[in-house]
């Protein structure tokens, strides 16, 4: 047998109660969408840190190269001399 609520007290704190629980779920929803696209932001951002890495390491590769070829064409322009 389900209770039955007597006073109109009893019925209230049940709608307190009841409306609490849906408040609660609505915000631990919110909560939850959040914190997935926090994490989809926080995976963005070290994808693009890992992208800033390697072209860190190719303009380091190629200010390397444009030395080394500038020595290499002061070599020959000084050897035809």
Same mark, same amino acid.
């Given at each position: 047998? +389900?209770? +039955?609520?007597?006073?109109?007290? %009893? /019925?209230?704190? #049940?709608?307190?109660?009841? *409306? ?10 919110? &909560? ?19 992208? &800033? #890495? /390697?072209?860190?390491?190719? &303009?380091?590769?190629? /200010?390397?190269?444009?030395? *080394?070829? *500038? ?5 020959? %322009? +000084?050897?035809?001399?």
């Amino acid at each position: 047998p +389900t209770p +039955t609520l007597n006073t109109p007290q %009893e /019925r209230e704190g #049940k709608d307190v109660a009841k *409306s609490d629980y849906n408040r609660l779920a609505t915000d631990n929803k919110k &909560l939850e969408r959040q914190r997935g696209e926090l994490l989809v932001a926080f995976k963005k951002q070290l994808k693009l840190i890992d992208v &800033l #890495k /390697r072209q860190k390491v190719h &303009l380091e590769a190629a /200010r390397a190269l444009q030395f *080394s070829e *500038s020595e290499f064409l002061a070599t020959l %322009e +000084t050897g035809q001399a």
